[in-house]
């Protein structure tokens, strides 16, 4: 039976264990140069085989540890987590859980839109959909795999028909590569029932060539942007938020720009990750977990598996995004398709 959550789990900064995301599969159909760079994530690349991946029944228990720890959110992620088959399934396990959490998805948006009204049946509380660009050339250019922006437009509009309000548009900005890209978007999504969010090109893993030349800050977002557009900042809705929010004045529409590597939020960060093999990470930028799989599979109780939670986080004293240089930049650090966003 599950335990009452916790008032609050902190680490050594005092933040507060609130955010999980579980990356379901490493396995991603596309293959955008600043995640899963073609030339590394080949036809001769070796994910992870089936066994190795943690199963419905692994990841909804260990999740349930989670939110008896007071985790209150919970996101999907991959690589592309409708690449693993039966997601629902999952998604309603999750649902079914003595305090759900609330059950996120970030997806590329790429497949057939019946899949939209299958995952809010199941319990899907938020949709968040990747859209780099409304060019079509553009955004071929960086999926690399040669699909185009109106489908994932469509999947976008299906599901602010489904009844996820609002969606989230997420649109990674790499300079010499769609930054013109940026004025388009925010007319597009200058409306209510969607929040595009513009996030600065990061330094995950160690395959996508990431250089600070490369990255578009967040100040030079905004000033772009403003150029148009009557924008006012917003607060936060809660600690931990990511994005910087504003709103623009006439007609109400929000955008967010996440800006980890210019201006750093570690200060707040409350989020844990699970890999798709079952280790927890507790920095998006980390060089190593820990191995939970092993414990779910060499017959850990749920105190046990609490505990070991526990003894994680409150050693916990990442802060990468605040401490990083062009040496750090360089550590062989978890791949984005590995550990999700």
Not at 286 to 300: H, P, Q, S, Y
């Amino acid at each position: 039976m599950m335990t009452e959550p916790t008032a609050s789990l902190q680490d050594t900064l005092g933040r507060a264990l609130r955010d999980l995301r579980i990356s379901v599969t490493d396995r991603c159909n596309f293959r955008c140069t600043y995640c899963m760079p073609k030339e590394v994530f080949g036809r001769d690349y070796a994910f992870l085989p089936h066994a190795e991946v943690l199963t419905f029944e692994e990841i909804a228990r260990l999740a349930g540890v989670f939110i008896s720890l007071g985790t209150r959110k919970l996101r999907l992620t991959g690589g592309e987590p409708l690449m693993r088959r039966d997601l629902e399934t999952l998604i309603a396990m999750l649902a079914a859980q003595d305090g759900a959490a609330d059950i996120a998805l970030t997806t590329n948006g790429s497949f057939p839109l019946e899949r939209v009204r299958s995952l809010k049946a199941a319990g899907l509380s938020r949709m968040t959909v990747s859209l780099d660009s409304l060019d079509d050339a553009v955004f071929k250019s960086m999926n690399d795999v040669d699909f185009p922006p109106e489908k994932v437009l469509a999947w976008i509009d299906e599901s602010r028909a489904a009844g996820f309000d609002p969606v989230k548009v997420n649109m990674v900005v790499k300079r010499g590569l769609n930054e013109d890209s940026l004025l388009p978007m925010a007319r597009h999504f200058n409306q209510p029932g969607t929040i595009l969010r513009f996030i600065e090109f990061m330094d995950v893993g160690h395959t996508n060539g990431w250089r600070m030349d490369d990255v578009v800050s967040a100040k030079e977002i905004l000033r772009r942007l403003q150029t148009e557009m009557p924008l006012e900042p917003l607060d936060a809705n809660y600690r931990g938020e990511v994005a910087q929010r504003y709103r623009n004045s006439e007609t109400g529409a929000e955008i967010g720009i996440v800006a980890s590597v210019t201006q750093p939020f570690c200060g707040d960060c409350n989020r844990a990750r699970i890999s798709a093999d079952g280790k927890l990470f507790t920095c998006l930028f980390a060089i190593g977990g820990t191995d939970f799989k092993a414990l779910l599979r060499g017959g850990a109780s749920d105190d046990d598996l609490r505990a070991a939670i526990t003894g994680v986080w409150q050693k916990r004293v990442d802060r990468y995004s605040e401490l990083r240089t062009a040496q750090t930049a360089d550590l062989p650090k978890v791949e984005m398709s590995f550990i999700g966003g």
